[in-house]
């Protein structure tokens, strides 16, 4: 069974200031992995991918990938208020789907 | 540039009827094909993924069923609703095990 955990929060962290979300994942053989953004009724956004160790760059947006430890991280600089909503790890890599884990709330705080 | 396109956006339903959900996808060839199902306070759950015409693999066995007549076209249906059936239903598609996109999704209520 595939597996993806995330601390479903809610994360409360005050503007301007560093929100670090983590997850996990079961499958060692999993090969890409997605940090989406989910604002209350929408449909997800994919706002990072990682596909090797270390990490990925992209605006305000750091993802950190540690396939040793099967460990994946968000980083979001400089938080807004728009940075609030659930933020979904998914692991995966071939055509059958990726693994969601069930997402971390985050809040930020004017 | 590739959209996709998911309707409705809301559905009230009774228990036992049928249900037809419809994705298109515009801008890409050949791709791969996804239903999720969000229901509420839970994750994202694959129902079914195709890679090609006609070619359906299915992750959860239920009430649903899923058809892909056309290459960018992904039907999910069912015969008989069910109550636990309710849930927010979205549709993907993804090339080369690249970042999958998703539709704007379909709210299904079952009463």
């Known amino acids: 069974q595939k597996e993806v955990e995330q601390n479903s929060g809610p994360l409360s962290v005050p503007e301007g200031a560093i929100a670090s979300l983590n997850c996990t994942y079961s499958d060692r053989g999993s090969q890409s992995f997605f940090w989406y953004r989910q604002y209350s009724g929408k449909s997800p956004e994919l706002i990072m991918s990682i596909y090797s160790n270390g990490d990925k760059e992209d605006g305000r947006f750091t993802a950190q990938l540690n396939k040793a430890s099967q460990y994946v991280s968000l980083l979001i600089r400089d938080s807004q208020p728009s940075d609030s909503a659930t933020y979904l790890c998914?692991?995966?890599?071939?055509?059958?789907?990726?693994?969601f884990g069930k997402g971390t709330h985050l809040i930020i705080q004017p | 540039s590739q959209t996709i396109h998911q309707w409705p956006a809301t559905l009230v339903q009774p228990v036992g009827s049928p249900l037809s959900l419809e994705c298109t996808v515009e801008?890409?060839?050949?791709?791969?094909l996804y239903w999720y199902r969000q229901a509420a306070g839970r994750g994202l759950q694959l129902l079914f993924y195709s890679v090609g015409i006609g070619q359906i693999s299915s992750e959860v066995p239920q009430n649903l069923s899923a058809s892909r007549p056309q290459d960018r076209q992904f039907i999910l249906s069912s015969k008989k609703l069910l109550l636990s059936d309710s849930g927010f239903y979205l549709c993907a598609w993804s090339v080369q095990g690249a970042g999958y996109t998703f539709g704007s999704g379909t709210r299904l209520t079952v009463v």
């Open positions: 801008g890409t060839s050949n791709p791969n």
């Open positions: 998914a692991a995966g890599g071939g055509a059958d789907g990726l693994t």
